[in-house]
């Protein structure tokens, strides 16, 4: 059993920052990948960032220059770590773990509003 252990969201201003948290904790043997998802009211669930083992990482277009990925390979944890923040990053925010099948956070939820 795996479980992800997200934090660190919260209620922001326009150009603040946040710093996302989550812990993978459990029969961790392997891990591919992790990263982070975003779904905003009535939208689909985007990808945000990953982190791919040995593979370097990705964004999306709207968060380049502004988020940041990282991983502790000996925590088994990762962070998103989210700069000049805007209105339209308003979203719950999903962690996961690529380990083989893929194990989701509960998520968390980023608002940034004035």
């Known amino acids: 059993q795996v479980q992800l252990v997200e934090s660190g969201g919260g209620l922001v201003q326009p150009g603040s920052s946040l710093r996302l948290s989550c812990a993978a904790s459990g029969s961790i043997f392997n891990i591919y990948a992790m990263g982070w998802y975003r779904q905003a009211p009535g939208k689909q669930r985007e990808l945000v960032a990953i982190?791919?083992?040995?593979?370097?990482?990705n964004y999306a277009d709207s968060v380049k220059g502004r988020f940041t990925i990282s991983r502790d390979n000996v925590k088994n944890t990762v962070y998103l770590q989210m700069n000049s923040l805007k209105p339209e990053d308003t979203a719950v925010y999903y962690c996961?773990?690529?380990?083989?099948?893929?194990?989701w956070g509960q998520g968390t939820q980023v608002t940034v509003s004035s």
């Open positions: 996961f773990a690529d380990l083989g099948r893929n194990y």
């Open positions: 982190d791919i083992s040995g593979g370097g990482t």
